[in-house]
């Protein structure tokens, strides 16, 4: 007799398997995943979807997909565009620090002089 598939070794129960899937990637392989775990349990409400997807996403994006009070998985997901704009942010910053400082013109290339000019002598 042949064990179904369900009674197997391999067998995950899918709740369970969401209730322990994080990001640690980007959105894109925790979304597949998730939708892929979610679309195979029954009978959850979608607020709980959100609940579940917003816990486990990265800290650097939790937080600012829970402000924007997402009303539908879908709007969860937008979380997306959040992950963009943080990468963005993180490349910007790098790059801006990375530059040499280097006086620019009408710069005074006295460092000591200050806004109000060179300090006083005695």
Do not use: C
Not at 24 to 33: D, F, G, L, M
Not at 53 to 59: G, Q, V
């Amino acid at each position: 007799m042949v064990t179904p598939i369900r009674f197997s070794p391999d067998y995950e129960n899918p709740s369970g398997a969401l209730s322990r899937l994080k990001q640690v990637s980007s959105i894109a392989a925790y979304q597949e995943e998730f939708e892929k775990l979610s679309d195979r349990v029954n009978d959850l409400l979608e607020n709980f979807l959100i609940g579940y997807f917003d816990a486990r996403l990265r800290e650097d994006i939790r937080f600012d997909v829970k402000v924007k009070q997402p009303k539908s998985l879908q709007d969860a997901v937008g979380a997306r565009l959040i992950e963009e704009r943080n990468s963005l942010q993180t490349k910007t910053v790098t790059s801006f620090r990375s530059q040499p400082a280097t006086p620019s013109k009408g710069t005074n290339p006295n460092p000591t002089a200050g806004i109000l000019g060179p300090p006083p002598t005695q």
